[in-house]
């Protein structure tokens, strides 16, 4: 099955069923052949359709893609990326309903609908979340390079596991190259009383992250989530920095050049474990396809684990 590929300009009503995934350059990802499988081994309709939307588009733009997810009957929902914030800026009086989730991230990750409502949540709090739950480090300090949306996600996700009184770090650390996302992320945090002790680093060069990283216990969770190594080469780090003993070196990305978990892997002697990105994708897919087909996927298990070998295959 051929994905069909449309620009904002393009759109057409859909001649079936079709789930959509809101890009940059969706033709050339590998979900336009995972989902049909995934869909077909969970009985799912299996028609996939992308939309590419130049960077930082115009206001009237985003709202033309979510009118005509909005209006097609057979547009079933949509997984967004790239977009997240200014989609959900440019549209939000267009939907009925918004998570709590988008409210508090200002994003829109997974369109849905119900009844003839159409539904917006930002889901990366429960992807990042999930992912970081698997690693089994919650008791342990973070470090987290770049302060963007998935970093503010995963933090509103800790902020969540302390209010429920689970383990959380006893200390958490943010670097970022600008100013105005840690802002963002302070002010964030002061709105719904993050308690976890925070320190917000102005890291405008790798050796000012290189500097944070040695502040990292022995043992602690270091996180790319700069985006560099697959958005953009390279690595928040310089090949000088040393990780402290039995860390975790945590990256986001689970394809592209993958530089930090290159840096980790060659301090794999001193018991340093290098995690990619695999179950955050997977997650990151799962949990908006339950959201659209109202259907229980399990973040864990049996199940999980064939759409993870389907995926892998």
Same mark, same amino acid.
Request: proline share 7%; charged share 20%; aromatic share 8%.
């Given at each position: 099955?051929?994905?069909?590929?449309?620009?904002?300009?393009?759109?057409?009503?859909?001649?079936?069923?079709?789930?959509?995934?809101?890009?940059?350059?969706?033709?050339?990802?590998?979900?336009?052949?995972?989902?049909?499988?995934?869909?077909?081994?969970?009985?799912?309709?299996?028609?996939?359709?992308?939309?590419?939307?130049?960077?930082?588009?115009?206001?009237?733009?985003?709202?033309?893609?979510?009118?005509?997810?909005?209006?097609?009957?057979?547009?079933?929902?949509?997984?967004?990326?790239?977009?997240?914030?200014?989609?959900?800026?440019? &549209?939000?009086?267009?939907?009925?309903?918004?998570?709590? &989730?988008?409210?508090?991230?200002?994003?829109?990750?997974?369109?849905?609908?119900?009844?003839?409502?159409?539904?917006?949540?930002?889901?990366?709090?429960?992807?990042s979340g999930l992912a970081y739950d698997a690693l089994g480090a919650a008791d342990?300090?973070?470090?987290?390079?770049?302060?963007?949306?998935?970093?503010?996600?995963?933090?509103?996700?800790?902020?969540?596991?302390?209010?429920?009184? #689970?383990?959380?770090?006893?200390?958490?650390?943010?670097?970022?190259?600008?100013?105005?996302?840690?802002?963002?992320?302070?002010?964030?945090?002061?709105?719904?009383?993050?308690?976890?002790?925070?320190?917000?680093?102005?890291?405008?060069?790798?050796?000012?992250?290189?500097?944070?990283?040695?502040?990292?216990?022995?043992?602690?969770?270091?996180?790319?989530?700069?985006?560099?190594?697959?958005?953009?080469?390279?690595?928040?780090?310089?090949? #000088?920095?040393?990780?402290?003993?039995?860390?975790?070196?945590?990256?986001?990305?689970?394809?592209?050049?993958?530089?930090?978990?290159?840096?980790?892997?060659?301090?794999?002697?001193?018991?340093?474990?290098?995690?990619?990105?695999?179950?955050?994708?997977?997650?990151?897919?799962?949990?908006?396809?339950?959201?659209?087909?109202?259907?229980?996927?399990?973040?864990?298990?049996?199940?999980?684990?064939?759409?993870?070998?389907?995926?892998?295959?």
């Amino acid at each position: 099955m051929n994905a069909l590929v449309y620009t904002p300009e393009t759109l057409r009503p859909s001649p079936e069923p079709t789930f959509f995934f809101v890009g940059v350059t969706t033709g050339s990802s590998s979900i336009m052949q995972v989902f049909p499988r995934w869909a077909e081994h969970l009985g799912l309709p299996r028609a996939i359709a992308g939309i590419d939307v130049p960077l930082d588009a115009s206001p009237e733009t985003y709202r033309r893609v979510v009118e005509h997810l909005r209006d097609d009957p057979n547009a079933l929902g949509a997984l967004v990326t790239t977009h997240k914030l200014n989609l959900f800026k440019a &549209s939000r009086d267009l939907f009925d309903e918004i998570g709590e &989730s988008a409210e508090l991230l200002d994003e829109i990750s997974s369109i849905s609908k119900r009844d003839g409502r159409l539904l917006g949540h930002a889901m990366d709090d429960v992807t990042s979340g999930l992912a970081y739950d698997a690693l089994g480090a919650a008791d342990r300090e973070l470090l987290v390079l770049g302060a963007g949306g998935s970093s503010l996600a995963l933090t509103l996700h800790l902020h969540r596991l302390a209010t429920a009184g #689970a383990p959380v770090p006893p200390r958490l650390t943010v670097t970022n190259r600008r100013p105005a996302r840690l802002s963002e992320m302070r002010d964030l945090h002061d709105r719904i009383g993050f308690g976890i002790p925070t320190t917000y680093v102005l890291a405008p060069e790798p050796s000012d992250n290189d500097a944070a990283l040695a502040d990292l216990a022995p043992g602690g969770v270091v996180v790319n989530a700069t985006g560099l190594g697959k958005d953009r080469p390279g690595s928040p780090l310089t090949d #000088a920095a040393e990780f402290p003993t039995d860390a975790i070196a945590w990256d986001f990305n689970y394809r592209g050049d993958l530089v930090f978990l290159d840096q980790a892997r060659r301090q794999a002697s001193r018991g340093v474990a290098a995690v990619d990105g695999w179950f955050y994708f997977l997650h990151g897919w799962t949990r908006v396809m339950a959201q659209v087909f109202d259907i229980a996927i399990p973040p864990s298990g049996p199940e999980f684990d064939a759409l993870s070998r389907i995926a892998r295959s």
